[in-house]
T-cell receptor, first 118, second 114 residues
Framework: EAGVAQSPRYKIIEKRQSVAFWCNPISGHATLYWYQQILGQGPKLLIQFQNNGVVDDSQLPKDRFSAERLKGVDSTLKIQPAKLEDSAVYLC????????????????FGPGTRLTVL | AQSVTQLGSHVSVSEGALVLLRCNYS??????LFWYVQYPNQGLQLLLK??????LVKGINGFEAEFKKSETSFHLTKPSAHMSDAAEYFC????????????FGPGTSLSVIP
């Protein structure tokens, strides 16, 4: 079974530029997550989708970050304009669809995109 | 709300020695608890999880963890370290349903000395 795919793996940009990351989840996984992992810290959830609807985006800096999941499969995360503090690894994860009252569904992580903002 | 602390950002052990990585959590509801491992330039992989039932949980690669409610702890252990265990380890907590986001600790970097 193919895992979660992300591209690009590395990106270097200057501050105030724009950047986009792409994620393709495991086939059949309805739930998709984007995390930000700053060096020396654990991952922080930015946004969670169930199919193509947003479940949680409470920690997404909406003035500069946006994400979409068209057709409930692939997803893109965009930063516009980037700041120095956005330098981090952006991880995408997916899990099977969760239902009300269901137990935890394991999240499967992609390799991440390492963003450096100069 | 949930939170996680991991004592020791870096831990070094000799090959063959006991591995002990510490995790304490805070949760206002019965928690789900997890340990993830991250190898360089890779995503996170689930080592083990506690949801309900038996408090001693066995995971992959010989790791296990014990949920101690009275101590609000979920420490990770392995009897004998291998060189391949060198990685970053993250403890995480969620609120016990799939509605709840997973909150990760800051991580512990494990080094294994030959």
């Amino acid at each position: 079974e193919a895992g979660v795919a992300q591209s690009p793996r590395y990106k270097i940009i200057e501050k105030r530029q724009s950047v986009a990351f792409w994620c393709n989840p495991i086939s059949g996984h309805a739930t998709l997550y984007w995390y930000q992992q700053i060096l020396g810290q654990g991952p922080k959830l930015l946004i969670q989708f169930q199919n193509n609807g947003v479940v949680d985006d409470s920690q997404l800096p909406k003035d500069r970050f946006s994400a979409e999941r068209l057709k409930g499969v692939d997803s893109t995360l965009k930063i516009q304009p980037a700041k120095l503090e956005d330098s981090a690894v952006y991880l995408c994860a997916s899990s099977q669809e969760w239902l009300a009252g269901s137990s935890y569904n394991e999240q499967f992580f992609g390799p991440g995109t390492r963003l450096t903002v100069l | 709300a949930q939170s996680v602390t991991q004592l020791g950002s870096h831990v070094s052990v000799s090959e063959g020695a006991l591995v002990l990585l510490r995790c304490n959590y805070s949760s206002s509801v019965p928690p789900y608890l997890f340990w993830y491992v991250q190898y360089p330039n890779q995503g996170l992989q689930l080592l083990l999880k506690y949801t309900t039932g038996a408090t001693l949980v066995k995971g992959i690669n010989g790791f296990e963890a014990e949920f101690k409610k009275s101590e609000t702890s979920f420490h990770l252990t392995k009897p004998s370290a291998h060189m391949s265990d060198a990685a970053e380890y993250f403890c995480a907590v969620s609120g016990g349903t799939s509605y709840d986001k997973v909150i990760f600790g800051p991580g512990t970097s494990l080094s294994v000395i030959p």
